[in-house]
């Protein structure tokens, strides 16, 4: 096998979910190979994000990944798609009888075939393989071969994401998810064709439909997170493009925030505050204050329904960059030291230095006995401490940490 890899050595190396979710990014294509230096590969795997792997053996097997789980030392799903990329498809064992296995050579031949016959033999494929008709559908409509029908993109994107009878379990999940993705990469290559006003609603029924998948689909692999993640991306960037009405925009931003079971539009006002632009904002605050109104009126503020209204609302702030808003907005109701880091950043945006230190202070009072949901602000209250030229408190930040809840990690940001 190319680098030494092999399929079983794999699934060996990886848990049971990371090596189906591996496969399912080997096949939909996401892997990017990029040097070799002996034993050692290095590789981007497109997933929510772009994340870059590394594969050496010296002779053993030794990786690395920048997502989280990588990060902690397993072999991750990105892993896993890098490590089959090299393997190859499954072989046969090597023979013992002596005789050579003669393999024709497949590229030659395809590139000796003149063009009708190259033609007919793609259509043929086109017949029987959905996910290469779409690809190509949308490739002939950016190079000028077509027009966009919406409802036909429409009937697409339902047959994909199916009515939800029967019940997707765990083991068909993967397939599902694979085969939604074709269909976003091909709303991507619309967005390249000049169809972006297009695709921003094909986009947000995509987003209903995935919203209603949570209710039939065994999600234990986290497929419908990356969905919705690559459904955001998709919509935003064609946003961009487009450049709806802002107003309008708002209207429906505010829609799907607050009645969507999944992330997508968390918090849409500031991520699509350069779309939106001052009329947008303005006009999603005029939606979402009221209801943030009402929903602060109710004793168990983060019950059914108030919690997407306070963090469209914090978006709303967010998108105004207004800390003084974003304060008022938490009112007392700090639960996590995540919301004073939140807080805290936006000071330092804002150019009150200060008022973020003492917001991050109180921060890390307030939960000094949950040392391990504390070294994000820790860092942050350091980084900014040297940065107004005050190195001597950031390192007594890591000495307090350390002295209380001595650790390796503890020690490492000592140091």
Known sequence: MPGGWTRREIESLADPGSFLRGVGYQRAGRVEIGDRHGDAITAVVRGSMPYHV?????????????????????????????????????????????????????????????NDALVDLVMEQVDSDWRLRERLTAQAIAHGGGSLDARAWKRRIDSVFG????????????????????????????VNAGHA?????????AHRRSDKAVHYIDDSDGWLTDISGRIGELHLAACREARPDPVELAGRLADL????ELDTFHRAAATYADVLGSDGIAAYRRIVEPKWRAATKHKDSYGHGAFAVIQAMIGVAQAAGDPDELIAIRGSD???????????????????????????RRGLQTFADRHWQTPALRQFLASQLRAA??????????????ERHPSLDAYRKLL
């Open 257 to 260: 925030e607050l009645t969507s």
């Open 389 to 402: 030229g005050d190195a001597s408190e950031a390192e007594a930040l890591w000495w307090e940490s350390f």
């Open 54 to 114: 590394e594969l050496r053996r010296n002779p053993k097997p030794a990786w690395s990944c920048d997502c989280p789980v990588g990060e902690e030392g397993a072999f991750c799903k990105h892993c896993v798609a890098v490590a089959l990329e090299e393997a190859g498809p499954d072989r046969p064992s090597k023979r013992t009888d002596g005789a050579k296995d003669e393999k024709p050579d497949v590229r030659k031949f395809v590139a000796g075939l003149d």
């Open 334 to 360: 700090l639960r996590t030291p995540e919301d004073y880091l939140e807080i805290s950043r936006m000071l330092v945006a804002a150019g009150r230095q200060a008022e973020a230190f003492n917001w991050a």
């Open 197 to 205: 006003a297009a695709v921003v609603a094909l986009a947000e029924h």
């Open 163 to 190: 009515d939800g009878r029967p019940f997707i379990p765990y083991g068909e999940a993967g397939g599902w998810a694979q085969d939604v993705f074709e269909v976003l990469a091909a709303l991507d290559d619309l």
